[in-house]
């Protein structure tokens, strides 16, 4: 059975500190999504990564993807307040469908 | 650009009635996928469309959920008769490949379903 798994599961951080969100998986894979979801509201696409070593960065967010490890990481730089949310990282478990498996998700507090 | 447009947004109903959600997704998306997000969860796929057809429907419980898209262009989710164990939220989203040779799937604002 495929497994998508963040961790952690709950993050309460400060503003301006670092840190690393982790998704592992079990299937062999070489396409991988991250998404932010607020609290209510529908799923954003954040990255798209396509290969092994495929590295991607979007202001304070960057993702990376070691597809022979099977892990990716989003890592957060000087976190603001307004990055805070829920995070998924998400398989594509078969080639040319589109099929994505989604982890837990991790959420995210930023406190001022 | 519209994105993927869902309604209703919210839906109470109580359990054993039915209930339908709509999908209209973005204009030229030939797919299109329903997922279920249970509170705190990611979601997870039900049913997927590649135009008027569905290929991936292995997820979806057919003894009382069943879905449609005509025309391949909008779609309807039902459930009947619903369970209290139904609620959740129901996204639909739609992609397309991009110019780059991927897909990117985008998702509608959800409807929420709550079954007393």
Known sequence: ELKVEQNPLFLSMQEGKNYTIYCNYSTTSDRLYWYRQDPGKSLESLFVLLSNGAVKQEGRLMASLDTKARLSTLHITAAVHDLSAT???????????????????TRLTINP | EAGVVQSPRYKIIEKKQPVAFWCNPISGHNTLYWYRQNLG????LLIRYENEEAVDDSQLPKDRFSAERLKGVDSTLKIQPAELGDSAVYLCASSARTSGGSYEQYFGPGTRLTVT
């Open chain 2, 41 to 44: 969860q990611g979601p997870e």
């Open chain 1, 87 to 105: 995070y998924f990282c998400a398989v594509d478990i078969i080639q040319g469908a589109q099929k994505l498996v989604f982890g837990q998700g």
